[in-house]
């Protein structure tokens, strides 16, 4: 426990005047309290963690809104009711001769004295109380500076570590669920939560929580036209309750369903990106709390950083998308359906594990290109990977070889499952394709390998795949 920096000077002061009591307050104003810092009485000892509101203060009111000294030499001269005039004396123990008190810091503080001695205190004496003030407001200011640094110095080692964290190693998701629990354990909240909310639809999930938050809630998702959460994910601002209503219906978070408790101060901010998801990091404390601006800022500036981590996180995902996969189709590109059929037929002859890979071509496609516009010519390509992708279970890999030409791979099955697919596909290409355009007829032709009985390097499964696609196709117009 730290030693009080002002006791020294309230005890030196009250010892030098001989007085009956010496209090130094300080002015909290958003709560408008007087606070005891330090005290030194000959009677019985003034309560620690005294705290007397502003207007139930008496005397202390009057010195503090007037910001000038008071000094009464006769007290009992006074018209007051003395437990009403300094509210932390009793009744009937208040028999003091005179008193004197001295603001401090321009109303930040109040330096009181009073004395059983003599009539109120002469004019050395009031310097001497003057004097002492100035040095508790020096005190005052240094031990603002100190808490101000040491709250800076809390600052930077949670940047710090947040920062550490997001350059290693490690799921996203365990990222965002470490980010929720550092900034409650700063900010002394007992629950703290992180929140998605999707572009489309009314729903957003937890990506991140506090260990008490109870499990099931990262597994669901909830209504955003509800709660407090779904009330800033709508309004995209900031929202603040010092005191939540445990009686009031809507002083809920997530649902009306929710154990969380509903008695404490709540802080949420959202933060909202480009390509339109948008975030709510909120905590909630079991009682009424408030927490500074620098606090404030500290957690925005985290969630602007989480902001732009996840704005990174899926802007790579699209990339990455956008090589793997074809744009006009959405299934694999030629070159990543090649680049698998390579390392599936690698890793087959290691493990001795059979695969099939087979090419399903349309023709006469080239004359569609006089019959149809672009446009059209790439719904059809749309509508025929929609067909395979929906038809095919997901062990089968579907690639956009050509315009007119799809691949198919199929690791590790049985003939009868493989000859299955193999007719799926065919049958829904012929469904999904237009019978007749103009004279012009189009329909599927197929060639299949079985790997690596019939090819065991990838330049022979090409060779043998287009070799045996080209038959088919002459086979069938001779």
């Avoid at 002394?188 to 938050?213: D, S, V």
Wanted: charged share 20%.
């Amino acid at each position: 426990m730290r030693p009080n920096p002002f006791q020294s000077l309230v005890n030196l002061l009250s010892n030098v005047l001989e007085a009956h009591t010496t209090a130094f307050f300080t002015v909290e104003p958003h709560k408008r309290l007087f606070n005891l810092a330090a005290s030194q009485s000959l009677r019985r000892q003034l309560p620690e963690n005294l705290s007397i509101p502003i207007e139930q203060s008496g005397i202390l009111s009057q010195a503090h809104k007037g910001g000038q000294t008071i000094h009464f030499d006769k007290m009992h001269e006074m018209s007051m009711p003395s437990s009403s005039a300094l509210p932390f004396y009793r009744e009937g123990e208040c028999d003091i001769k005179g008193l004197l008190i001295e603001p401090v810091g321009g109303g930040e503080g109040l330096l009181y004295v009073d004395t059983k001695y003599s009539w109120g205190f002469n004019t050395k004496q009031q310097k001497w109380i003057k004097e002492v003030a100035e040095l508790l407001y020096d005190l005052m200011r240094q031990k603002g500076c100190l808490s101000w640094q040491r709250n800076l110095e809390q600052i930077w080692q949670l940047w710090r570590r947040l920062d550490y964290r997001s350059f290693k190693e490690g799921s996203l998701q365990d990222y965002c669920r470490l980010l929720v629990e550092e900034c409650a354990r700063f900010l002394a909240a007992e629950y703290g939560l992180l929140a998605i909310h999707e572009p489309a639809g009314h729903r957003y999930r937890l990506i991140g929580a506090t260990a008490n938050m109870p499990p099931n809630y990262l597994n669901q998702s909830f209504n955003s036209k509800q709660g407090l959460i779904g009330w800033i994910f709508r309004n995209q601002k900031p929202l603040f309750i010092p005191r939540l209503n445990a009686d009031s219906s809507e002083h809920f978070l997530l649902n009306t369903r929710e154990s969380l408790p509903h008695y404490g101060a709540l802080w949420g901010l959202p933060a909202i990106s480009p390509s339109g998801h948008s975030l709510v990091l909120a905590f909630l404390s079991r009682g009424p709390r408030e927490w500074s601006e620098e606090d404030q800022d500290a957690v925005s500036h985290v969630l602007y950083q989480l902001h732009l981590l996840l704005e990174q996180s899926y802007l790579r995902e699209e990339c990455e998308h956008l090589r793997a996969y074809d744009f006009a189709s959405g299934i694999l590109n030629a070159l990543t359906f090649e680049a698998k059929v390579e390392e599936t037929l690698l890793s087959g002859i290691q493990s001795s594990t059979p695969c099939i890979v087979a090419l399903l071509q349309l023709e006469p496609w080239q004359i569609m290109h006089t019959r149809m516009p672009p446009r059209q010519l790439r719904d059809w390509q749309q509508l025929i990977a929609e067909g395979l992708y929906h038809n095919l279970p997901t062990n089968v890999f579907l690639g956009q070889i050509a315009e007119n030409r799809y691949g198919l791979l199929l690791p590790g099955m049985g003939p009868q499952e493989v000859n299955q697919h193999l007719n799926t596909a065919l049958e829904v290409s012929r469904q999904v394709t237009p019978k007749r355009i103009k004279k012009a007829k189009l329909q599927p032709f197929m060639s299949v390998v079985q790997c690596p009985q019939e090819a065991s390097t990838v330049e022979e499964l090409w060779a043998l795949a287009y070799q045996r696609l080209f038959e088919a196709f002459h086979s069938t117009n001779r």
